[in-house]
């Protein structure tokens, strides 16, 4: 049995096609009982549009496009979340790719998803303004989420990091530990940098005569695994190791438990991000709360309004999420 057409549907309802089409699509010209009666009739013969047809009627696709320099990890996990039900809240359809931390393949994703999405929440190291320029059509309502890009006309969010960083330092510190080392992460990430700068200024201005220890890592578990066995190598050791996100950390501690070292009595370790291993941890990591979902359902609500209403959101927009330190028992703080 062939598939039930538009004309099929009109002749059930005994209606115009292009009443049908105006029903559906949530046109004018169609009395309430009428556009039930298409309703039904749509329904009885199991009537599904035609995607293309629908698009050349009303300009959209119902879809937004996320693209991201990587989908493994907590991290990306709860940021699609948020996008997700931010998307799905307004009827939309998400479409998500990875760049895999690539300039070219950002680029063939970026002209992949050209005319297939109406919005584009976009999340590069690579997104300079040549870049977004070459592959980017202009009028594309776009949305920055955690790129460094400066003076240009599209809306951005990004986390405080740096002030996120801050507070995780004045915390150890606030605690005793003088030796604080500092678990890096991918060299040219947006994040990474503002972490260690808060890191670096904190230490600058709180502890001027103490050490400024730095260590390699990629954001993954198994570089803050690396980072952990440097500290067991280290004389004098850190009194305390702050990773800057949350996976590293879990994997420095496993690295000194493996050693014997007690987490936090001989080295306190802290994270970044409060993804939602980092409570079931041993011990509790105590981290920075980024609200990562959130920051997708911002991001996913800013994009959602310049396409529903193109000009109603200023060009230029900054936004910033908070960061807030969650107290744990990693960090030897004394636990209510």
Request: charged share 20%.
């Amino acid at each position: 049995m062939s598939a039930a057409t538009i004309k099929d549907v009109a002749r059930e309802a005994k209606v115009s096609v292009a009443s049908v089409s105006r029903a559906l699509n949530g046109g004018r010209g169609v009395t309430a009982e009428t556009s039930q009666r298409i309703r039904e009739a749509a329904l009885r013969l199991r009537y599904v549009p035609h995607a293309a047809a629908r698009m050349l009627i009303t300009r959209r696709t119902n879809t937004v496009g996320a693209l991201l320099p990587d989908l493994y990890g907590e991290f990306f996990s709860e940021l699609i979340r948020g996008i997700d039900l931010a998307a799905r809240a307004r009827g939309l359809h998400l479409l998500v790719s990875s760049s895999h931390d690539d300039a070219a393949a950002a680029a063939v994703a970026l002209r992949a998803m050209q005319g297939r999405v109406d919005g584009l929440l976009l999340m590069s190291p690579h997104a300079d303004a040549d870049f977004l320029r070459q592959n980017l059509p202009q009028d594309l309502p776009t949305v920055l989420m955690n790129t460094r890009l400066a003076g240009t006309d599209y809306c951005a969010l990004s986390v405080d990091n740096d002030g996120g960083a801050r507070l995780m330092v004045e915390h150890l510190l606030s605690l005793g530990h003088q030796r604080i080392a500092f678990i890096q992460g991918p060299s040219g990430n947006r994040d990474a940098s503002e972490r260690e700068f808060g890191y670096r200024e904190a230490l600058a201005s709180h502890a001027p005569g103490n050490p400024v220890t730095t260590l390699g890592g990629d954001f993954s578990e198994e570089s803050g695994y690396r980072a952990g066995q440097q500290v067991l190598a280290m004389r004098p050791r850190p009194d305390a190791v702050f990773a800057a996100n949350d996976m590293m950390a879990i994997g420095c501690m496993a690295a000194l438990r493996e050693a014997g070292i007690c987490v936090p009595e001989e080295i306190a370790v802290c994270g970044f991000d409060d993804v939602p291993m980092a409570r079931y941890v041993t011990p509790p990591l105590t981290t920075i709360q980024v609200h990562i979902a959130e920051l997708g359902e911002q991001a996913m609500e800013l994009l959602g309004k310049q396409i529903d209403n193109p000009g109603s959101v200023a060009t230029g927009t900054r936004r910033r999420v908070r960061a807030e330190l969650v107290v744990r028992a990693s960090s030897g703080a004394p636990i209510a």
